[in-house]
């Protein structure tokens, strides 16, 4: 059987905020720590059958970088969604949902 191991290194600031991020894993092009400005990690906990998350990003990370970050996501999960178990109305209102994130985001961008 096949193994795979992801590894995230976070150095914390004397205030234990994230002040880097990298990240490597046994499967992922290139050897060595990549760096990143933000993480966002879902575990499902078997046994209270809830989400179990960590969420870290640097002071580095944007407002819009954020924003796109959690659209990108929650478009991800309308396609795993969709893929793991077939729930099409599921997926297509999560797509809809990011379809108007981007419109907000895009008027908040105009603005400015």
Known sequence: M??????FQVE???NSLPKA???????????GLEST???SLNVWD???HSTLRIDLWTEEMSVAEMKRF???????????????????????????????LVRHVNEENSKK
């Not at 096949?2 to 590894?7: T, V």
């Open 2 to 7: 096949k193994k795979s191991d992801i590894h």
């Open 12 to 14: 914390l600031d004397e």
């Open 21 to 31: 991020i990298r990240w490597d894993a046994s499967d992922k092009e290139g050897e």
């Open 37 to 39: 400005k933000s993480i």
């Open 46 to 48: 078997n046994l209270n």
């Open 70 to 100: 959690y659209i990108d996501i929650l478009g991800g999960m309308a396609q795993t969604i969709l893929n793991s178990t077939g729930d099409e109305y599921m997926s297509e209102e999560m797509k809809d949902l990011c379809d108007r």
